[in-house]
């Protein structure tokens, strides 16, 4: 089994910053990408931001110079630092990690339940 926790959301007006967190655990042999998505009402869930274990990066262009992503291989923790807000901003952002369970053969995706983020003009 495989927890990811999502933490740091809420309410914040628009220029401002928030940070969200990301800790998986459970039978966790390896972690390889770990990312944020993000699904606003009435939209598809998109990418925001991907990092991989050795620490390479990827960003949608709408977050590019806004949003920064970080990971601590030894907590298996991702966090999103997010800057500059703008209400477009304003989704549900679900923690993404492609990792192997100690009893599997393959990696797999596994997602988190998904933390609010709202962006108010």
């Known amino acids: 089994q495989v927890q990811l926790v999502e933490s740091g959301g809420g309410l914040v007006q628009a220029g401002g910053s928030l940070r969200l967190s990301c800790a998986a655990s459970g039978s966790i042999l390896s972690i390889n990408s770990m990312g944020w998505y993000r699904q606003a009402p009435g939209k598809q869930r998109e990418l925001v931001a991907t990092i991989t274990s050795g620490g390479n990066t990827n960003y949608a262009d709408s977050v590019k110079g806004r949003f920064t992503i970080s990971r601590d291989n030894v907590k298996n923790t991702v966090y999103l630092q997010m800057n500059s807000l703008k209400p477009e901003d304003t989704a549900v952002y679900y923690c993404?990690?492609?990792?192997?369970?100690?009893?599997?053969?393959?990696?797999?995706?596994?997602w988190g339940q998904g933390t609010q983020v709202t962006v108010s003009s």
């Open positions: 993404n990690a492609h990792l192997r369970l100690t009893y599997a053969i393959y990696y797999g995706d596994y």
